[in-house]
């Protein structure tokens, strides 16, 4: 397959550790790069596995760091498997089994993925999102190198648009322009991902019984979150009677290859 006509896609994993069921399920880059070709396990949301299963050997994966403080593109990996059944789904001592799928016939399906590089500079979401909500069709100065064609495919990436799948198509023409920001950087003095400040009352304004009562403090990751178990993502998965639905998305790895998990993820990460 030339590398024209290879498919690229984001998939998402948690850097920070996460206990489920006994079990760490963080995979960072650096696991990942350790590990070199792990198996995607844990995928437990029908759109996200068919994304998968849509994939060929050779094709192109973004890897992202997710739930966690600073989401971002972390590193570069490559489809070294097609999909095939997910065998921890039957596992029940595995963070993410189902009870409602059967070794003769699976309902999950996992690809193996291999590490390719690091990114050279992390490429926050942040940076994504204040690109994709700028007005202005050109880009930053500090990253001008993009240019108009560039700030087009980020402002069109699922990420900054829909965000929550663990999965994610991604353009031939934004895994360039992606590319060329982790080799090139260049954002690191500009203030992007700030809170905009409130609206002052207007002048003589008299403050109001709902304006004085004390607001509830606010998640100071809101919008900030990504896992490879999605949280936004909600599992397709019907939860036990009488238990609370876990949003999660998930990844855990299993037997001698290191763990790889889907991401958790808050809102719009």
Request: aromatic fraction near 8%; hydrophobic fraction near 30%; charged fraction near 30%.
């Amino acid at each position: 397959m030339t590398s024209s006509a290879r498919k690229c896609w984001l998939m998402k994993a948690e850097p920070d550790s996460r206990i489920v069921k006994g079990k760490d399920v963080k995979f960072s880059v650096d696991d990942f790069e350790t590990a070199r070709t792990t198996p995607w396990e844990g995928v437990r949301n029908f759109e996200a596995r068919n994304l998968m299963k849509e994939m060929s050997i050779g094709d192109k994966i973004l890897f992202y760091h997710s739930n966690c403080k600073s989401p971002g593109i972390a590193g570069f990996a490559e489809v070294s498997k097609e999909a095939y059944p997910d065998y921890t789904a039957w596992d029940s001592s595995h963070p993410y089994f189902d009870p409602k799928t059967k070794q003769d016939d699976p309902k999950w399906f996992m690809i193996d993925a291999t590490f390719v590089s690091r990114a050279e500079h992390f490429v926050p979401l942040s940076l994504l999102r204040h690109i994709a909500e700028s007005a202005e069709s050109d880009p930053p100065d500090e990253i001008a190198y993009i240019g108009t064609d560039g700030v087009k495919v980020v402002k069109a990436m699922p990420l900054v648009t829909r965000g929550r799948l663990s999965v994610q198509r991604v353009s031939q023409e934004c895994w360039g322009t992606i590319q060329m920001m982790s080799e090139k950087g260049g954002w690191e003095e500009m203030t992007f991902g700030k809170k905009k400040p409130s609206t002052s009352k207007r002048p003589g304004q008299a403050a109001t019984k709902s304006s004085k009562a004390k607001k509830s403090p606010t998640n100071v990751n809101s919008g900030e979150v990504e896992a490879k178990v999605d949280t936004n993502e909600e599992p397709d998965i019907k939860p036990k009677k009488g238990k609370k639905r876990k949003a999660s998305d998930v990844d855990a790895g299993t037997r001698e290859v290191h763990q790889r998990r889907s991401v958790r993820t808050k809102k719009g990460d």
